[in-house]
C-alpha cells in the first residue's frame, strides 16, 4: 500500500508542475506495468564538481595520523533486497575490521536496521535523502538538503547504492564529497528513468561523469550505462556476492520443516525469493503451477517469498491466482528455511544485474530455473548450471519444473554446476576487497600520467 501511495503521489505531483508528457508514460507504465520510454534525444546535465582543499586535506590526514576513514553508505530503504542486504554485509564487515568508521543512511526504515545495530553500524533514517523527482525546482531543492546532510556528517567517501539515489551523487559533488556509485539496474534506461520529469531523467544520467567511481555488478548494466560515465570516472564491473553460506539448514526432518513453513510434507516445490513486482515476473510461477496442477501434477506447490511492491490490485489478483497451489508468506527474515525446504528456485525477472537470490540458491545445493536476463547468462549456463527459459513464457517454465522434477540426477548435475559456477564468479570477502580497493583508491587517488595529481583521473585494477 504505501508503495503504491508514493506512486499515485508522483503522479499528482506532475499533474501541478503541468508535466503532460511525463504524466502520461507514468500512467500508461502504472496501467501496462511497462514502463514508457523517454525520448532517445535526452542529454546527460553536465554536474560541476566541487574541489575542497578542507575535504582533501581530512582525507590524506586519515593515512598520516592513523584514523579511520569515515564511510557514508546510501541506500534508497531497509527492506530485506539486493541493495540493503549487500550494503548491510558490507557495513558490518568493514565496521568489525575497524578499516572504516561506517554510517548506513537510507530515506525508509526496514528490517536490515537491525542487523546493522548488531554490528554497531550507526543508521541514519531521514525522508531527506530521497530528493523528488517529480519537478527540477523539487529535486534542486532535495539535492541542496542532501548536501547540506553531507556536510553536517563529514565523511571521507560515500557509497551510493542503486540508481534512484543519484540525487546524493549530485549533492556529493557540490558538497566537495568523493563518491562510489554501485548500479545493479539493467533495463533501458529510457525504460528505467521514465517515471522521472525529463529534466530530472537528465540530472541522474549526468550523475554518471559526477561521480568519481562507477561500480556496475555486471557486464550487462554495465553496457546499458556505461556510455554515461565521464572521461574522469573510474568504471568497474564488480559482481555481487553474498556471504556464504546463505544460512545453516534447519536440523530437523524435510517434512516438519516444511509443515512449519506452512509448505505440504509430501510433494514437489518451486521457491521464488524476491520482492513481489512486475519486474520480479513471479506471476511466471503462479500460471506455471496452476497449470501443471490443470494438467494432473497435484503435488505441484509454489512458494513467492518476499515482500510486496505490487498495487492493492496487482496483489489481490495475485493472490486470488494463487490460491492454495503457491504460498505468499511475505518478507521472511532468513530464506535458509525456505532453501532447505525446496526441491527448486525459479528466478523469474524481466530485469537483472545478478540476483542475489541465485548466488543464494547455488551455495545451499538448489536447483536453479532462471530467465537469462542481464548478467545471469555471464554466470549461468543453460543445462549446465540452469535450465533458462524466456522471460513470461509460462509454458516453457512448467517444461522446465516438469523436467528437473522427473530427473533427480539432472537436479544434482544442476545443483552442482550452479555451485561451482557461483564460487568460480566470486566470494563475498573477494567482493569487499574489490569494493574497498575502489573506496580507497577514490579516497587516495594516484596521479595519471598527463593529468594533474589530484584531479581524480584514475583506473584501479579490480577483481570481477
Not at 511525463?22 to 514502463?35: C, D, E, F, I, K
Not at 506452512?262 to 521457491?271: D, S, T
Not at 548435475?413 to 561451482?420: M, N, Y
Not at 594516484?446 to 581524480?456: L, Q, S
Request: proline content about 6%; aromatic content about 4%.
Amino acid at each position: 500500500m504505501q508503495l503504491w501511495v508514493m506512486r499515485l503521489g508522483r503522479l499528482a505531483r506532475l499533474l501541478i508542475v503541468l508535466d503532460l508528457a511525463a504524466v502520461r508514460r507514468r500512467w500508461r507504465g502504472l496501467r501496462h506495468a511497462v514502463p514508457q520510454e523517454l525520448p532517445e534525444t535526452l542529454k546527460p546535465v553536465r554536474i560541476g564538481r566541487t574541489v575542497r582543499l578542507d575535504t582533501i586535506a581530512q582525507a590524506s590526514g586519515c593515512a598520516g595520523n592513523g584514523r579511520i576513514p569515515r564511510l557514508l553508505i546510501v541506500v534508497p530503504g531497509l527492506e530485506r533486497d539486493g541493495a540493503p542486504l549487500s550494503a548491510c554485509d558490507l557495513a558490518r564487515q568493514w565496521q568489525a575490521a575497524r578499516d572504516w568508521d561506517v554510517t548506513l543512511a537510507s530515506p525508509r526504515d526496514g528490517p536490515v536496521a537491525a542487523d546493522l545495530a548488531k554490528g554497531a553500524v550507526s543508521v541514519e533514517i531521514d525522508r531527506i535523502w530521497q530528493s523528488p523527482s517529480w519537478s527540477p525546482a523539487a529535486h534542486g531543492a532535495g539535492v541542496a538538503a542532501i548536501r547540506d546532510r553531507i556536510a553536517a556528517i563529514g565523511p571521507d567517501v560515500i557509497l551510493v547504492m542503486t540508481l534512484d539515489m543519484f540525487a546524493v551523487i549530485e549533492a556529493a559533488a557540490a558538497a566537495g564529497v568523493r563518491t562510489v556509485w554501485n548500479i545493479r539496474e539493467g533495463e533501458p534506461w529510457r525504460q528505467r528513468l521514465a517515471d522521472r520529469h525529463e529534466a530530472v531523467a537528465a540530472h541522474a544520467l549526468g550523475c554518471f561523469a559526477a561521480a568519481d567511481s562507477v561500480v556496475f555488478v555486471s557486464q550487462a548494466t554495465a553496457q546499458v550505462w556505461q556510455a554515461f560515465c565521464g572521461p574522469d570516472t573510474s568504471v568497474h564491473v564488480i559482481r555481487n556476492a553474498p556471504r556464504a553460506p546463505a544460512g545453516q539448514p534447519p536440523a530437523c526432518a524435510r517434512a516438519k520443516l516444511r509443515a512449519d513453513l506452512g509448505l505440504p510434507e509430501q510433494g514437489y516445490v518451486a521457491l521464488c525469493v524476491g520482492t513481489l513486482s512486475q519486474r520480479k515476473g513471479q506471476i511466471d510461477l503462479i500460471e506455471a503451477v496452476r497449470r501443471l496442477r490443470r494438467a494432473g501434477v497435484s503435488d505441484m506447490t509454489g512458494a513467492l517469498v518476499g515482500g510486496n511492491g505490487l498495487t492493492p490490485v496487482e496483489r489481490a489478483q495475485w493472490t486470488l491466482l494463487a490460491g492454495e497451489a503457491v504460498v505468499m508468506p511475505g518478507q521472511v527474515a532468513e530464506p535458509a528455511c525456505w532453501y532447505a525446504a525446496a526441491d527448486v528456485l525459479v528466478c523469474s525477472s524481466r530485469a537483472e544485474g545478478i540476483p542475489r537470490v541465485s548466488h543464494e540458491a547455488a551455495l545451499s545445493g538448489v536447483p536453479i530455473i532462471t530467465t537469462p536476463v542481464g548478467g545471469i547468462a555471464e554466470i549461468l549456463a543453460d543445462g549446465e548450471s540452469a535450465l533458462f527459459y524466456p522471460p513470461g513464457d509460462v509454458d516453457v517454465l512448467a517444461q522446465r519444473l516438469l523436467q528437473v522434477r522427473a530427473d533427480s540426477g539432472l537436479a544434482r548435475r544442476l545443483a552442482a554446476g550452479a555451485r561451482a559456477a557461483m564460487e568460480r564468479a566470486g566470494t563475498f570477502e573477494a567482493m569487499a576487497q574489490s569494493y574497498e580497493a575502489v573506496l580507497r583508491a577514490v579516497l587516495w587517488p594516484r596521479p595519471v600520467a598527463g593529468r594533474p595529481e589530484g584531479d581524480g583521473a584514475q583506473q584501479v585494477p579490480v577483481a570481477v
